[in-house]
């Protein structure tokens, strides 16, 4: 059986769709070299940003580093200064006189003022019973002096204050109080306790009693300080405020 010949019309659509998969073909190939091209030129600039470049990271990094070993250092070495402290404080402290235990506590180095204020209140302490007027003006030069918390003035203008012996005027005792009145929370219910007893100590014994039961009343008081100023009402005759009122 013969075949017919193809219609000239047939050879030109067959040579048409060879040409078209040639194309596609020289298309997918130029594509292709176009992507390895595009690829190896930023493989080629990421390398010569890197040269140029890269010390930054290794120097961020090594100051990172650095940095965080120096902080544990320093913290660690904080610690330890406070123990030392600690340590010496509880040393001058076991000694079996008070002029001893006050001369150990003089001899402690305080590597903060925080630290010198703690220091100083014991030593006060200390000395309270022997030297209460030594022991009061070193409270007040302690409560008047720069660079400590102010929790710490103020705990050391109250024992100042309420030192039997002090030597300090009641004028001034009172004005002392007064100012510390003016703070809040138990600072404020601390002074006015101090206070009643400077009114009872002038005589001023209603006076005493108004401070003494709105210290009772109080809610920010706290069970020691109700039951102290309770006991000064009852001994004085005074009638206790009933709770709620």
């Given at each position: 059986?013969?075949?017919?010949?193809?219609?000239?019309?047939?050879?030109?659509?067959?040579?048409?769709r060879?040409?078209?998969?040639?194309?596609?073909?020289?298309?997918?190939?130029?594509?292709?070299?176009?992507?390895?091209?595009?690829?190896e030129?930023?493989?080629?600039?990421?390398f010569?940003?890197?040269?140029?470049?890269?010390?930054?990271?290794?120097?961020?990094?090594l100051?990172?580093?650095?940095?965080?070993?120096?902080?544990?250092?320093?913290?660690?070495?904080?610690?330890?200064t406070?123990?030392?402290?600690?340590?010496?404080?509880?040393?001058?402290l076991?000694?079996?006189?008070?002029?001893?235990?006050?001369?150990?506590?003089?001899?402690?180095?305080?590597?903060?003022?925080?630290?010198?204020?703690?220091?100083?209140?014991?030593?006060?302490?200390?000395?309270?019973?022997?030297?209460?007027?030594?022991?009061a003006?070193?409270?007040?030069?302690?409560?008047?002096?720069s660079?400590?918390?102010?929790?710490?003035?103020?705990?050391?203008?109250?024992?100042?204050?309420?030192?039997?012996?002090?030597?300090?005027?009641?004028?001034?005792?009172?004005?002392?109080?007064?100012?510390l009145?003016?703070?809040?929370?138990?600072t404020?219910?601390?002074a006015?306790?101090?206070?009643?007893?400077?009114?009872?100590e002038?005589?001023?014994?209603?006076?005493?009693?108004?401070?003494?039961?709105?210290?009772?009343?109080?809610?920010?008081?706290t069970?020691?300080?109700?039951?102290?100023?309770?006991?000064?009402i009852?001994g004085?005759?005074?009638?206790?405020?009933?709770?709620?009122?």
């Open positions: 059986m013969c075949h017919a010949s193809p219609a000239p019309w047939q050879g030109r659509v067959y040579a048409l060879g040409a078209q998969r040639q194309g596609v073909s020289r298309v997918s190939d130029t594509d292709s070299f176009i992507d390895e091209v595009s690829e030129v930023r493989r080629d600039r990421l010569r940003l890197m040269r140029r470049y890269g010390w930054i990271a290794v120097v961020l990094v100051l990172l580093v650095g940095g965080t070993a120096w902080n544990e250092w320093r913290k660690a070495q904080e610690r330890q406070a123990q030392d402290f600690g340590d010496s404080v509880l040393a001058a076991e000694a079996d006189s008070r002029d001893a235990r006050a001369a150990g506590l003089a001899g402690v180095d305080a590597p903060n003022p925080g630290a010198a204020a703690v220091r100083d209140l014991l030593a006060a302490a200390e000395a309270s019973a022997a030297t209460p007027q030594d022991a003006a070193r409270l007040l030069a302690l409560a008047q002096g660079g400590i918390e102010p929790v710490y003035r103020q705990i050391a203008t109250l024992k100042a204050v309420a030192m039997p012996g002090s030597g300090i005027p009641v004028d001034e005792r009172r004005t002392l109080l007064e100012g009145a003016l703070a809040d929370g138990m404020r219910l601390l006015e306790e101090q206070l009643a007893m400077i009114d009872i002038t005589g001023d014994t209603a006076s005493a009693l108004d401070r003494l039961s709105a210290v009772v009343s109080d809610a920010q008081a069970a020691g300080l109700r039951r102290r100023a309770s006991q000064v009852v004085l005759g005074g009638t206790l405020p009933v709770p709620g009122e």
